[in-house]
Structure formats: structure tokens, C-alpha cells
Nanobody, 123 residues
Framework: VQLQASGGGLVQAGGSLRLSCAAS????????MGWFRQAPGKEREFVAA????????SYADSVKGRFTISRDNAKNTVYLQMNSLKPEDTAVYYC?????????????????WGQGTLVTVSS
């Protein structure tokens, strides 16, 4: 599976961005999808995940209520809508595929990773 993340950029605090993750090589509908992020000098951390059907989602406490993960299996694409952005959301955001039956939150559960897209939130 090849994953291509896009949609990052520079935004002011309080603004919004929508990230996209397009897949090729396999149908995403068979897989749990996740978004992670890594800020400079920090470890990669879980942001959100979504089940194969899109019915089940999971969020990190730090983004709950502000970010929404969704998917369009017909387009083989997963999205991350980010609202009310804060400077601490600044990071490289990665999408990833997990070959698991249920939604998972740890990096080691994910098998394929995109190249990342940079999100910078200015104060």
C-alpha cells in the first residue's frame, strides 16, 4: 500500500485545515486507518483512527472535539478535519494503515505509513 498525505500548511491559531490521505495499491476499505503526528524533538503520537466501515472512531484526548476523522472508501481516501487549531498542534502529520480487526492507537500496530504533511499553527 502506498499512502500520500496532503493538505498541510500554515494556519493561524483558531483556524482549520483538512488533511487527506490517498491510497494506491490496495483497497483501503479492508483496513483500519490512523493519523499520527510528530512534533520537533518529540515522539510520534496517536491522533485519530477509524474502522474499516467508518462507524468506529478513536481520538487522542488532546484533539477530541476539535478533529474529525472520516473516510471515503469509494475514493480510497481518509481525511482529518482539524478545527480550532492551536500552536501545539504544529507537527508533521502521518497517515497509516493497520491490518487489524479493530481500531488501534499505537504506532507498532500500523504497518504502512505515508510520507507526512507539515502543519504549522502560528499564535
Amino acid at each position: 500500500v502506498q499512502l500520500q498525505a496532503s493538505g498541510g500548511g500554515l494556519v493561524q491559531a483558531g483556524g482549520s485545515l483538512r488533511l487527506s490521505c490517498a491510497a494506491s495499491g490496495r483497497a483501503l476499505s479492508n483496513y483500519v486507518m490512523g493519523w499520527f503526528r510528530q512534533a520537533p524533538g518529540k515522539e510520534r503520537e496517536f491522533v485519530a483512527a477509524i474502522s474499516q466501515s467508518g462507524v468506529v472512531t478513536s481520538y487522542a484526548d488532546s484533539v477530541k472535539g476539535r478533529f474529525t476523522i472520516s473516510r471515503d472508501n469509494a475514493k480510497n481516501t481518509v481525511y482529518l478535519q482539524m478545527n480550532s487549531l492551536k500552536p501545539e498542534d504544529t507537527a508533521v502529520y502521518y497517515c497509516a494503515v493497520a491490518i487489524t480487526a479493530s481500531v488501534v492507537r499505537t504506532t507498532t500496530d500500523y504497518h504502512y505509513w505515508g510520507q507526512g504533511t507539515l502543519v504549522t499553527v502560528s499564535s
